[in-house]
Each structure stands twice: as structure tokens, then as C-alpha cells.
């Protein structure tokens, strides 16, 4: 099993970054895909970024050079740095954890309890 928690999230100003930190414990963290999701208030949990563990990264189009997935695994920690913020991206932003690769569908087993990022225009 794998305990993910996620900080960083907070409000920003359009055009403003934001870096998300999502640490794991529990389970070996480099036998896990990690990927990142948001959910904005009435609309579904979408794929943000995603990463498996050889380091192949993938995004949504719609943060696609604004965002970038990475993870430390000698830390066991998964990151989201992002800039260029829009209010779109405002959302709760969850990180997951699956020993499948999922990339970018909601299946991952593990989940963490989520960190809100609200952007103003």
C-alpha cells in the first residue's frame, strides 16, 4: 500500500506558478506509476500529468508547456510545477499512485486527500 499526501496548492493570480508536493510513504515508491488530477467544482476528475516509472511523462492538452510532472524517488516525492496559470485551472488537485500505468484515466488504486489551487483573473 502506498499513503499519498499532497501541499503546495493555494491562490494565485493569473500568469502565476504554483509548485504541488505530494509525498509518499508506505510501499516501494519506484515500482508505482504517479500521476496528478484536478476537479473543479460540478465537473469530472480529470488527468493532469502523468509518470511512470522509467520517467516517460504525460499531459493533458489543455496544461500541455505549462506544466511539468517529476518525481524525486529518492525522497518519494512527486511534483507538479506550474506556470502560466489561467482561472481554469482552478481545481482540487489529487495525486495518485497505481503499479499499472494508468497515465491519464482515473484508475489508479491510491489516491491522496487533495490540495486546492484557485487562480483569479
Known amino acids: 500500500q502506498v499513503q499519498l499526501v499532497e501541499s503546495g496548492g493555494g491562490s494565485v493570480q493569473a500568469g502565476g506558478s504554483l509548485r504541488l508536493s505530494c509525498a509518499a510513504s508506505g510501499d516501494t515508491y519506484t515500482d508505482y506509476c504517479m500521476a496528478w488530477f484536478r476537479q473543479a467544482p460540478g465537473k469530472e476528475r480529470e488527468g493532469v500529468a502523468a509518470?511512470?516509472?522509467?520517467?516517460?511523462?504525460g499531459y493533458a492538452e489543455s496544461v500541455k508547456g505549462r506544466f511539468t510532472i517529476s518525481r524525486d524517488n529518492a525522497k518519494k516525492i512527486l511534483f507538479l510545477q506550474m506556470n502560466n496559470l489561467k482561472p481554469e485551472d482552478t481545481a482540487m488537485y489529487y495525486c495518485?499512485?497505481?503499479?499499472?500505468?494508468?497515465?491519464?484515466?482515473?484508475?489508479?488504486?491510491?489516491w491522496g486527500q487533495g490540495t486546492q489551487v484557485t487562480v483569479s483573473s
Open positions: 495518485a499512485a497505481d503499479r499499472r500505468d494508468w497515465q491519464l484515466l482515473p484508475e489508479y488504486t491510491y
Open positions: 509518470i511512470d516509472i522509467a520517467g516517460s511523462t
